[in-house]
């Protein structure tokens, strides 16, 4: 009897003790932010990414109350700064932006040391970035058509900047449409736009074409990515023109995972002002990209989709992990 009236006492005590350090366990998560928080740009200071997510936090600051700084984290297509994510203390004070790759791309190229789906936890996506297959202005190839069309008569070539979804995109039409296709990879888009424009190459796959479209150097036949803004809203992608393709192309916000739901309620909040801003979508037109948004939910649901996708295509066309001579 003594035993059991000894129990219940102590049992009574740990859950009186549960029960006062309960408020001084959410005390930090109410008050949050106490401090200024870091945010992680996967690219360099001054790329596009850098420019928008700084617009984004200027104004999610507001609603934050604490300042914002920006870290550049560069290196692997953005699988640097998803690393150091993943490695992050999940208290609400490092955040940040990661672009498609270590979604699409990274886990179908080579074994890595992140699971993407469950390392870091998405807070919303602000950009679709707009993927194209453009050709000198001066080139007598003006459309899709005309690409096959020439692709089935000889070798035509493209330039990348690396392997990418966009790649992965016009290698699928290739094998669609039957066309004798070669494309040669550069580092970057900059030296790869340099090659089409050079004559080295018929035509660039990628990215970053806006400044030499507005120039009137460089003419986009076709779009990979489906949703679009000015300048490329009038050209149609690929769905539009009948093929079940498209590329993969995106810059979402996300935190190191465990991240709390009460801090990550706020910074979803304060990040969606930042990137609803009509200032911030002055700022992506500016720069030749899509505003797209999803909340957290729906990036969460995308990504799962963009995983398995990516590695299904991976397979089909025998790239990265499942190249020919891979051992």
Do not use: W
């Not at 003419?219 to 393709?245: C, H, W």
């Amino acid at each position: 009897m003594k035993t059991t009236k000894m129990l219940a006492v102590l049992l009574s005590l740990l859950v009186s003790s549960i029960l006062i350090q309960l408020p001084e366990l959410n005390f930090a998560e109410e008050k949050y932010p106490t401090k200024a928080i870091k945010f992680i740009v996967p690219y360099a200071a001054g790329s596009k990414t850098d420019v928008i997510c700084r617009k984004v936090v200027s104004i999610a600051k507001e609603s934050l109350g604490q300042e914002i700084i920006v870290e550049s984290k560069e290196g692997a297509a953005g699988l640097v700064a998803a690393r150091f994510l993943a490695k992050s203390k999940p208290d609400g004070y490092t955040m940040g932006a990661l672009p498609s790759s270590p979604f699409a791309i990274s886990p179908n190229f080579a074994k890595i040391d992140l699971d993407p789906l469950t390392d870091v936890v998405p807070i919303i996506q602000i950009i679709t970035n707009n993927q194209v297959l453009a050709v000198p202005f001066n080139s007598p190839i003006k459309t899709l058509k005309e690409f096959i069309e020439a692709g089935h008569k000889r070798q035509i070539t493209a330039s990348s900047p690396g392997l990418s979804s966009t790649e992965v995109a016009l290698r699928r039409l290739a094998a669609e449409t039957k066309i004798n296709l070669k494309i040669v990879p550069f580092g970057g888009s900059g030296p790869s736009i340099m090659a089409a424009l050079g004559g080295q190459v018929d035509a660039y796959a990628g990215g970053g074409v806006y400044e030499y479209v507005r120039a009137g150097k460089m003419r986009v036949i076709v779009r990979f990515t489906e949703e679009a803004r000015k300048p490329f809203q009038d050209v149609p992608s690929l769905k539009d023109l009948g093929y079940n393709i498209s590329a993969i192309g995106f810059v979402g916000l996300f935190g190191p995972k465990g991240l709390p739901a009460q801090i990550h309620k706020k910074l979803e909040e304060g990040l969606t002002r930042g990137a609803r801003d009509p200032s911030t979508t002055e700022v992506i037109d500016s720069l030749g990209e899509t505003f797209f948004f999803r909340n957290s939910e729906d990036l969460g649901n995308y990504l799962r989709e963009v995983y398995e996708q990516s590695g299904k295509e991976f397979k089909e066309l025998g790239l990265g992990l499942y190249a020919k001579d891979k051992k």
